[in-house]
């Protein structure tokens, strides 16, 4: 069951579902507030809650309304483009054959047919941060596999509007987004940590928790880290 209630100017999404304990979460980039209370707890309760940790939800929205935005890529000359982390001047080179991007030093060059729109250039890099994110995936879940005693049966790539990755534990299938060849490779490898431990615990709860703490110690840190790192002009949500 889900519903939502008020405080002043803020309102906090209410989910009541099969839990021992209530979780309280706020969320980049604009702050959304959650919280996952058991369904036993009465509305009143969870707003008690709520107003107790007041203080809390507004730092931290204040914390990711001053997060770096990125500026919308219009692929011209001398644009910046960043993969895994570091930052590349584009180069844009109109040649008469198959487009690609290569990098080369601290330049991103993109190779286009004379005339190409802007709609194409984004499509063909994006299509090559997925083929970026896709290399790198596989040897990250090879490694992963063993220590926290899971399959991951399939992976997919793409670009999602409102989280950085997802998983269905039932068909052991996970999703990352594209967004995340962009950030640094340890950003990528918490996500899919992440992800495979909700093989293990579908949901955010303390076990899952535990889970994080025991296999990947400094996984708070890494979270922190892509939350701080300059997101996209769209709104993404982790």
């Known amino acids: 069951m889900t519903t939502q209630i008020e405080l002043g100017d803020i309102t906090v999404d209410v ?5 021992k304990n209530i979780h309280l979460s706020v969320y980049p980039p604009n702050g959304r507030v959650k919280i996952s209370a058991p369904l036993r707890m009465d509305i009143d309760t969870i707003r008690i809650f709520a107003i107790s940790r007041l203080g809390w939800i507004k730092k931290q929205q204040k ?7 990125e500026t919308p890529r219009e692929y011209l000359d001398l644009e910046s483009h960043y993969v895994w982390g570091k930052r590349y001047l584009l180069k844009v080179v109109e040649v008469n054959e198959a487009p690609s ?6 330049k991103m060059i993109l190779r286009v047919r004379p005339g190409t729109d802007y709609k194409k250039k984004q499509a063909i890099v994006d299509a090559w941060y997925r083929e970026q994110l ?3 995936v596989p040897p990250l ?3 992963w596999e063993p220590l926290l005693g899971v399959k991951v049966e399939r992976f997919f790539v793409q670009r999602m509007k409102t989280k950085w990755g997802s998983c269905n534990h039932k068909a052991r299938n996970i999703r990352l987004n594209t967004e995340l060849a962009k950030k640094p490779k340890e950003c990528l490898e918490y996500n899919i940590v992440h992800e495979m431990a909700h093989l293990l615990e579908p949901t955010h709860n ?7 703490d025991q296999f990947m110690p400094k996984w708070q840190f890494f979270r922190d880290k892509l939350n701080q790192l300059p997101v996209s002009h769209e709104n993404w949500i982790y």
């Open 206 to 212: 303390s076990r899952f928790i535990k889970l994080m």
């Open 141 to 143: 879940i090879a490694r």
């Open 134 to 136: 896709k290399k790198a």
């Open 15 to 19: 989910v009541l579902k099969d839990i």
């Open 101 to 106: 991007v290569e990098l080369k030093h601290s």
């Open 63 to 69: 914390k990711f309304k001053e997060q770096e935005r």
